[in-house]
């Protein structure tokens, strides 16, 4: 069991990111490097910050969310760290799971390491597949269309059937420091640039560290 998990950065009462309200764990680090990914800075493996796994299960089960998403990053590339979070938070909790990656399914099954079947097998949802600016599009919970959903057990089959195949928009937080990010899947690919764009032009300054955005 690993002891720690390397973060971007995790956000509770996210409702753009799956069906609920949910915790999410973004996970730094992703060898894939999408050209267009709206979060680069989670690409390099010794950004981010630590965490010891204990500690993140205890504020994920405080936050009584009804899911638990995982996104980077690239979770899959941090299988047994993920793994053992999930293991903690259901030891206390029948929480839902769902998570994002850049891999196909078909891959994970033939030849992903045991750590990424187990975690796989353990999964309600998935989206899977990189982010292909070319095919940007508004979708539910994704980003390009090659990107598909993947229902994994019967928790939430109703939910997605019932849902149309169109995006949920982003949300907007406002931190305890003072600090705001946005969390979702925007409708256009230069959302973040041309956000960033008027908030500088409107005299904000953009500092970026944990927590800034999705």
């Known amino acids: ?55 993140l299960a205890n504020l994920i089960l405080d936050s009584d969310a009804d899911g638990l998403t995982f996104s980077g990053g690239e979770p899959f590339q941090q299988a ?14 029948d929480i839902s799971l769902m998570s994002y990656t850049g891999y196909a399914i078909e891959d994970l099954i033939a030849s992903g390491t045991p750590a990424q079947q187990d975690l796989l097998a353990r999964l309600d ?17 994704r980003a390009s269309r090659n990107q598909r959903i993947h229902v994994l057990s019967e928790r939430h089959r109703g939910d997605v059937r019932s849902l149309e195949d169109k995006g949920v928009g982003i949300q907007f937080q406002l931190l305890d420091d003072g600090m705001a990010r946005w969390i979702g899947v925007p ?8 956000f960033e764009q008027r908030l500088r032009s409107a005299g904000i300054n953009l500092e970026r560290q944990r927590g800034d955005r999705t």
Request: aromatic share 8%.
């Open 1 to 55: 069991m690993e002891s720690e998990i390397r973060l971007a950065q995790t956000a509770s009462n996210v409702t753009k990111l799956g069906p609920g309200s949910r915790y999410v764990v973004w996970v730094q680090g992703c060898p894939l490097r999408c050209p267009g990914c709206l979060a680069p800075e989670t690409w390099r493996a010794d950004g981010g910050f630590s965490v010891a796994v204990d500690d």
């Open 80 to 93: 047994e760290a993920v793994l053992s979070v999930i293991r903690l938070v259901q030891e206390r909790s």
């Open 125 to 141: 949802l998935l989206i899977d597949g990189p982010y292909l600016a070319e095919e940007h599009d508004n979708l539910l919970w």
């Open 187 to 194: 409708i256009t690919p230069d959302f973040r640039e041309q």
